[in-house]
RNA sequence: GCGGCGGUGGCGGAACGGUAGACGCGGGGCCCUCAAAAGGCCUUGCCCGAGAGGGCGUGUGGGUUCGACUCCCACCCGCCGCACCA
């Protein structure tokens, strides 16, 4: 026998070849009539289902790392398992290629973002095809190219018109490093900046938002309709921050001003002492001016504005604050509350205004101890009534007014926010902690935000038809707090397209994110000229079917994604409220339990793998390593034991195509009705089973698992089968096995069945075969296990309980003793209870 | 503090309420070889025992059950997200 030996870099070279000659994995859109619908059984009957399979698109970015490798092995996997049950599969690759990383290497290098993109991209689907994913290429496209962001700008546009993106004065976070501002979302725990580490300052500026406000209870109850991770769902839920409360207006009669309060606890506002506003409050300096308190408010406030989120967010440092010199009046009892600023309270969240209970509330108690405030109790629990303070849980109202008290606290609620409401002193209220999403970027490498400021007519959109607005070319992309696209001046200049006269362009550019929030859409009909999209090819393949990316994109991405959609939605431009229907958040890929950086040198690089071992080797180990939504460690080991067990695979295979003689797909041998053969074919069909099962819930693990169990088999029987039924078990191994090891199964099931394993259908597991006609009967005394014997699978339960109580060891237990009950569970065991 | 997810051999990890530790790594022994690499075979939770077998074992303590890694209650530890959110 020739001697075998299993070359990767052979084999995945040779298939590649074959996939991208015939473009294996490209799909046609039926709405452009060219019909590869490649519906396999049953002609005449309905068309094959759509499944749209995608990643989450890589930000190209030197090369690709082992993060990308896990996201697109477990992407591919499925691809492959869609198409071999017979779906028309939509697998496509792009680019997310502007941003700040790729300009700040320009401003490092002097290369330009768009030369540098170009190469990390040629890198990115170099290896993309040398790991033989299957991607449908002729839909590839990068963010940065005009035709992509052309409908980028037509999009925000959209959202202009329909007055879902604004321009307003606010306070911000400006990342002094990156010259930038900041969405809340890239500002991390501490105050810094997500790209840079640098500490994050707030400057009121002029910026543009999108109005994800609006959708915050549809981003929230839409949440229901997806089949996402439930933590993922949680995630969402906590941001957007729902609670329910009601507005209350505390009037400052000497100004004759109302202001409203949030609060969830209405029931508390007969122990409401004093009130106090955030440092940011518009109205702050006003209140104080002419008191005797101004000086020390106006140099308050300025200390807390220039104070980090990190100084400021911190709970446990002591409360500060100044009076205002000014009261309001508590609209349930007419009492005058002193006003009081202080950074415990901030303006983003609610009216930035609050009433203070301290006797309820554990911050307000802490600033009325440090105040001299006084605290009054208007809630105790009935056995407790002495309850310490400050005291937040429910209780029955006390010292508040007849109506209310010793009414449960929870009921009371209600029954305060009516009586607000019919005074015309307040009304129940829903807040959210979710803020409106800040869009433009003062940096040069985004999507140009497509408005003029003319100097007659004011803010005046782009027209349409004149999109693109390119990125113009420029040399200097130092930020120096303007967009470094301001020194354009040629490109600034331009002519109001409503009365002919001179404007100016904006020249902020747009947050990534918003190019992300739409990509998915673009797939569907990638090269259209003419439109975003045309509406037929998204109800073709939308919604996402299956996405599948980090979890470090649960918040940012995944929220502004959805928002989109809805938007788009209300625009009648999609007919969908969900973009993802199903999301699957893959583990962290690490190195002796460390996150892999270039700083701890632990970097495991996907192309030294796949160039040594091979991309089938590399692709197998990382879902075999556990399961894929968990964090993974790397093992050079453990990828060595995997490597070891594809080249079994297909060593064991070519030595039988060869023993074989000619290739065929039969299915077995025809006498593999009994002995070894028998166990063998058993075995395949158990495994197709299990792996069927396993794919279904994304357990590649014990998917991957079961093929080795059934190649140990067949190795174990080689010699003891007709070799025909060794080609089965084997090609059924392949088979298997292609969706996570393409290369190498699909040259052992050529080299066995001379067919082409991705043309055939999933193969399906033949039920007779999965039963048994006896199995070990597992005999427990006591529910521990005293013996096992033989019984057959259609024996009667009082068969079994008298097997197990002949069974030797089972004697030696029960010995004498009596047996009060006999459990039977046929298949299983029987479990003898004796006294 | 709130929410989510975890805790199983030396390691990564398997186990519809029914044989705990599949599969792989690592370890030990052997075969092949002049030798090595590669490959193959056997073995491998811990303790007692020559063996048959027995005892102990899934973070801790209780509970439900004929039977619990799995379900319930209380707690400990770790990771992730949010957090002065009114």
Known sequence: MAEHRYNPQEIEARWQEVWARERTWEVANESAGDGRGEAREGEEGPPAPKSYVLEMLPYPSGEPHIGHLKTYSVGDAIAHFHRRLGRRVLHPMGYDSFG?????????TGVHPRVSIAESIESFRRQFHSWGISIDWSREFATSEPSYY?????????????????????????????????????????????????????RQLEQWFLRITDYAERLLSDLDLIEWPEHVKT???????????????????????????????????FGATFFVMAPEHPDVLRLAQGTEHEQEVREYVNRALNETNEERGNAEKPKTGVPLGRTVTNPVNGEQLPMY?????????????????????????????????????????????????????DGVIVGSHPDFDGMPNREAIGAIVEWLDREGKGHASVNYRLRDWLISRQRYWGT?????????????????????????????????????????????????????????RETDTMDTFVDSSWYYLRYCDARNEHAAWDPAALREWM???????GVEHAILHLMYARFFTKALADLGHVSFQEPFQALFTQGMVTKDGAKMSKSRGNVISPASIVERLGADTARSYILFVGPP?????????????????????WRLAADTAERAGSPTAEPAAAGAGEGADLELLRKAHWAIDKVSADLRRFAFNTAI?????????????????????????????????????????????????????????????????????????????????RDRVQASADASPQALKDLCRAAPNVRAHVDGREIVREVVVPGKLVNLVVR
Not at 178 to 190: G, I, M, P, S, Y
Not at 469 to 483: A, F, M
């Open 543 to 549: 919604p996402v079917d299956q996405y599948i990316g």
């Open 235 to 269: 995630m969402q839920r906590n941001w957007i921050g729902r609670s329910e409360g009601a507005e209350v207006y505390f009037r400052c009669e000497e100004l004759g001003i109302d202001y409203p309060v949030f609060t969830t606890r209405p029931d508390t506002l």
């Open 448 to 504: 140009p935000i497509p408005i003029l400021y003319c100097e007659s007519c004011g803010m005046v959109p782009v027209p349409v038809e004149q999109l693109p607005v390119e990125l113009p070319d420029i040399d200097d992309y130092q930020p120096k707090g303007r967009s470094p696209l301001a020194a354009a001046e040629d490109w600034v200049m331009t002519t109001c397209p409503q009365c002919g006269g001179q404007a100016r």
């Open 341 to 393: 600023v202080a950074d415990y309270v901030l303006m983003e969240y609610g009216t930035g205004a609050i009433m203070a209970v301290p006797a309820h509330d554990e911050r307000d108690y802490a600033f009325a101890r440090a105040f001299g405030l006084p605290i009054r109790r208007v809630i105790a629990p009935p056995d407790d009534p002495e309850v310490e303070l400050p005291y937040t849980g």
């Open 100 to 108: 700040l990383p790729a300009e700040n290497h320009a401003i490092r």
């Open 705 to 785: 698992a079961a093929v080795m169990e059934l190649l140990n088999e067949g190795s174990r029987l080689r010699d003891s089968v007709d070799v025909r039924t060794l080609r089965f078990a084997l090609a059924t191994a392949a088979s298997l096995l292609f969706p996570f090891a393409p290369h190498v199964s699909a040259d052992a099931y050529d080299l066995l069945t001379g067919e082409r394993v991705w043309e055939q259908p999933w193969p399906e597991a033949d039920e007779t075969l999965l039963e048994r006609d006896s199995y070990e009967l597992v005999c427990q005394v006591n529910g521990k296990v």
């Open 629 to 649: 939504d968990q964090d993974a460690d790397w093992s050079d080991e453990g990828v060595e034991g995997v490597h070891r067990f594809l080249s079994r695979l």
């Open 150 to 202: 052309r409908w980028t700008q037509w999009i925000f546009l959209e959202l202009f018109r329909a007055g879902l993106a604004y321009r307003k004065e606010a306070a911000v976070k400006w990342c002094p490093k990156d010259q930038t501002v900041l969405a809340n979302e890239q500002v991390d725990a501490e105050g810094r900046c997500e790209r840079c580490g640098a500490l994050v300052e707030v």
